[in-house]
């Protein structure tokens, strides 16, 4: 069945640093999301990726979509204190399951 | 407007013990999901729903059952409890009119087994 692949584990930076996480998947997919989890809470949806090649930008937070549709990546400018938390993408198998990475944990030292 | 609702948000089971976790969501969502989240691990999809009546095995299905009687509940069962199944348990929901929509999240039920 569909991996959903995702590195680092963790991740510690100074604030004002930049911070990256990569999603690879073992098949190719028909999009991706990304969340992010608050410690403490459940995962809140921040976007959708479908196109090849796509690339969305929120603020300071990049997302791209590789070629192949197979990987994704997360990328945050100048780390803030609010961005803490755990990043996980999400691929779809078909149009009905919702298969997770296993998340980066992002501490920031202030 | 709710979203999506768990009960309980904690529990504590004793060994072989059973339980049911209620998931309600006030979306009309057609796709419905029961993930566990452990240290590590992420999110792993235990079931899942495409609609009303229908259920299908997740990642990791074994030790769970799970009925969708009606569109906008999803319940998880677990017959005998085992300390294994101590964990965060979420439900989600999304729309299944797009093939690519978001899924909403209820706030988690974490379930202790001693």
């Known amino acids: 069945g569909q991996q959903v692949m995702q590195i680092p584990q963790y991740q510690h930076v100074q604030e004002g640093e930049d911070f990256t996480t990569y999603c690879n998947s073992s098949?190719?997919?028909?999009?991706i999301q990304w969340y992010k989890q608050r410690p403490g809470g459940h995962p809140v949806f921040l976007i959708q990726?479908?196109?090849?090649?796509e690339v969305k930008k929120q603020k300071r937070l990049t997302f791209q979509f590789g070629e192949a549709k197979k990987n994704s990546s997360l990328h945050i400018t100048a780390t803030q204190t609010t961005d803490v938390g755990t990043y996980f993408c999400?691929?779809?198998?078909?149009?009905?399951?919702?298969?997770f990475g296993q998340g980066t944990r992002l501490t920031i030292n202030p | 407007n709710a979203g999506v609702t768990q009960t309980p948000k904690f529990r504590v089971l004793k060994t072989g013990q059973s339980m049911t976790l209620l998931c309600a969501q006030d979306?009309?969502?057609?796709?419905m999901y029961w993930y566990r989240q452990d240290p590590g691990m992420g999110l792993r999809l235990i079931h899942y729903?495409?609609?009303?009546?229908?259920?299908a095995k997740g990642e990791v299905p074994d030790g769970y059952n799970v009925s969708r009687l009606k569109k906008q509940n999803f319940l998880l069962g677990l017959e005998s409890a085992a300390p294994s199944q101590t964990s965060v348990y979420f439900c989600?929901?999304?729309?299944?009119?797009?093939?690519?929509?978001?899924?909403?999240f209820g706030q988690g039920t974490r379930l202790t087994v001693v």
């Open positions: 979306m009309n969502h057609e796709y």
């Open positions: 990726l479908v196109k090849s090649g």
């Open positions: 989600a929901s999304s729309d299944g009119q797009g093939a690519w929509t978001e899924a909403f």
């Open positions: 729903s495409v609609g009303e009546g229908t259920t």
């Open positions: 999400a691929g779809r198998q078909g149009a009905q399951k919702l298969v």
């Open positions: 098949t190719t997919l028909s999009n």
